[in-house]
């Protein structure tokens, strides 16, 4: 069924949008955390390991062929922790990164320059998930890092799933629940498509679905429903809307006894939705294998059971082995009466919109 394009937003002046520009670069805070398991990242990736080889190989100066070329790519650079981590325990190596956040891009080019390693990163907006095509140039005549070298092989590959803390701590994003901003959730924000359109227009069945298979909302049924009533008169456009509809939807007691804010599994699901990201680990862990030199490494990190039970069994396709044996964890199956018509299997979920 076909649906109707996103409503256009009103576009402010030029002037103006220069002026929240201004305002936004000088007053938004930079949030950043650590990156997660950096160690066990740059262990997997076995960084240090090429940097001795390097060393020892390159005593011999005499042979150009004696120093060891390490290229890495950092499917998602967000704001460059782990690409960062990489350079440092690897002085000489050289990193891809891609990213769909021109924002986030941004700061982690200022990031790295700041630190004096930017010399040897290229920085590509795109998904990494078209990581043959996007890496191809860069294998016949594009350079990668300030020395002008190509690339000859990939040597390790690493996919950190999920936001940034630097992406919430931005309300107009629409990823956090705790501001009253526009509803948008889109990493890269030239994409049609954002929370906004899923929660107006997809069917209440649909909505119901996502909610349940992205991140196994208990009161998904209730939420739709909720939802559904109250786009029958009003356009939901905030996260603050949203989130008064979810409290609305959850009995209070459900809410007073849970340490976890109501809102918190809606929030995941759309912005899976929204972003693709399922989707995205799974045909992005193929892409990078495609691209990855022998004995290679890919390493992906993920934060929720869905995430995780995508990405071992895109593992085990590529290691020969069916999608279908044993993921090493007990699956309690949805209730037959809770099932809705438009019922999907959740191996394959995507929005019907996306």
């Given at each position: 069924m076909s649906q109707p394009l996103p409503m256009e937003p009103e576009v402010p002046p030029r002037d103006e949008l220069n002026e929240q520009a201004a305002a936004l670069e000088q007053a938004a805070p930079v949030r950043l955390h650590p990156p997660a398991m950096v160690n066990e990242v740059l262990a997997y990736l076995r960084c240090r390991d090429w940097a001795d080889e390097s060393s020892s190989e390159?005593?011999?100066?005499?042979?150009?062929?004696?120093?060891?070329?390490?290229?890495?790519?950092?499917?998602?650079?967000?704001?460059?922790?782990?690409?960062?981590?990489?350079?440092?325990?690897?002085?000489?190596?050289?990193?891809?990164?891609?990213?769909?956040?021109?924002?986030?891009?941004?700061?982690?080019?200022?990031?790295?320059?700041?630190?004096?390693?930017?010399?040897?990163?290229?920085?590509?907006?795109?998904?990494?998930?078209?990581?043959?095509?996007?890496?191809q140039p860069f294998f016949e005549n594009q350079k990668v890092g300030a020395d002008g070298r190509p690339i000859t092989q990939i040597d390790g590959a690493l996919v950190d799933a999920g936001m940034s803390l630097f992406q919430v701590a931005w309300p107009e994003r629409g990823l956090s629940f705790r501001a009253d901003a526009p509803l948008d959730m889109r990493y890269d924000r030239t994409q049609e498509i954002s929370a906004s359109d899923l929660v107006n227009r997809l069917s209440t069945s649909d909505l119901e679905d996502l909610l349940f298979k992205f991140s196994d909302e208990r009161w998904a049924r209730r939420i739709a429903a909720t939802i559904a009533d109250y786009r029958r008169s009003h356009v939901i456009r905030t996260t603050g809307e949203l989130v008064s509809l979810i409290e609305a939807a959850i009995p209070v007691a459900v809410r007073r006894q849970s340490r976890v804010h109501p809102a918190t599994k809606t929030?995941?699901?759309?912005?899976?939705?929204?972003?693709?990201?399922?989707?995205?680990?799974?045909?992005?862990?193929?892409?990078?294998?495609?691209?990855?030199?022998?004995?290679?490494?890919?390493?992906?990190?993920?934060?929720?059971?869905?995430?995780?039970?995508?990405?071992?069994?895109?593992?085990?396709?590529?290691?020969?082995?069916?999608?279908?044996?044993?993921?090493?964890?007990?699956h309690r199956k949805r209730k037959p009466e809770k099932l809705s018509p438009g019922h999907r299997d959740s191996r394959t979920a995507r929005s019907p919109l996306t």
């Open positions: 390159s005593s011999d100066e005499s042979s150009p062929e004696a120093r060891r070329d390490a290229v890495f790519v950092d499917g998602t650079l967000g704001t460059a922790g782990h690409t960062l981590a990489m350079l440092q325990a690897h002085p000489t190596c050289r990193v891809v990164a891609f990213d769909r956040d021109v924002d986030s891009m941004e700061f982690a080019r200022q990031r790295l320059e700041a630190a004096g390693v930017a010399q040897r990163v290229t920085l590509v907006q795109g998904d990494f998930r078209d990581a043959p095509r996007l890496l929030f995941a699901a759309l912005r899976l939705a929204v972003n693709d990201e399922f989707w995205a680990l799974d045909h992005g862990a193929w892409a990078l294998s495609l691209v990855l030199a022998p004995a290679a490494r890919l390493v992906i990190l993920t934060y929720s059971s869905h995430e995780d039970r995508t990405v071992k069994r895109t593992f085990r396709r590529l290691a020969g082995r069916s999608v279908h044996s044993d993921m090493g964890r007990p």
